[in-house]
């Protein structure tokens, strides 16, 4: 079992806990974090762009002139895409491509991306991140009393003061354990936890 510290406010030890070393302490393997966070990214994509091709466009269907004898290209009709204001030939449609990587995989990655931060000494867990008032500089500075930079902060629930005191502050990101994601695990420095949110993130992974 894997021991971690169990932190308050002001970056004291006030307890610790046992995490299961088969899930928290797996060997890291690139390729797969590469597939997950490729996948994340790629579905995050809006693939909003679209243009007409040569059914859409609006217009006669008609031959524009005879087939012979005026020296002229063989001519279709107005919508044809050789002609402006016509159709668009293999432009986007909008449509999602969506990519999926197997859901074991995503777990296994998840466990990867979450040993790595315990491996580098980079998890914290917090017995609780409780703020009397919504107040910045007062979440600024249990985040100097923890010495860190930038974090991602999982919470097990909805905390008003918290969310809106830590809404200016960049190098932060609150989170549910719900949404916990490589790429975000990836993305910060630190990985803050709050202990309540432990066991729900242990009920993703096992």
Known sequence: MLSIDVLN??????????????????????????????????NKRQFSAKVKNRSDVRGSGKKLYRQKGTGNARPGDIKSPLRRGGGVTFGPQGYKKVYKVPK??????????????????????LESFELPEIKTKAFVQVIKNLNIESALIVMDRDNKNLNFSSKNFQPVKLIKSQGLNVYDILMYQHLIVLQPAIEQIKERVI
């Open 9 to 42: 406010l002001n970056g004291e030890k006030v307890g610790n806990i046992e995490l299961e070393e088969d899930k928290f302490n797996v060997p890291i393997k690139t390729d797969i974090l590469h597939s997950v966070v490729n996948m994340q990214l790629n």
């Open 104 to 125: 074991q995989v995503r777990k296994l990655a998840l466990q990867m991306a979450i040993s790595d931060k315990i491996r580098d000494n980079k998890l914290l867990v």
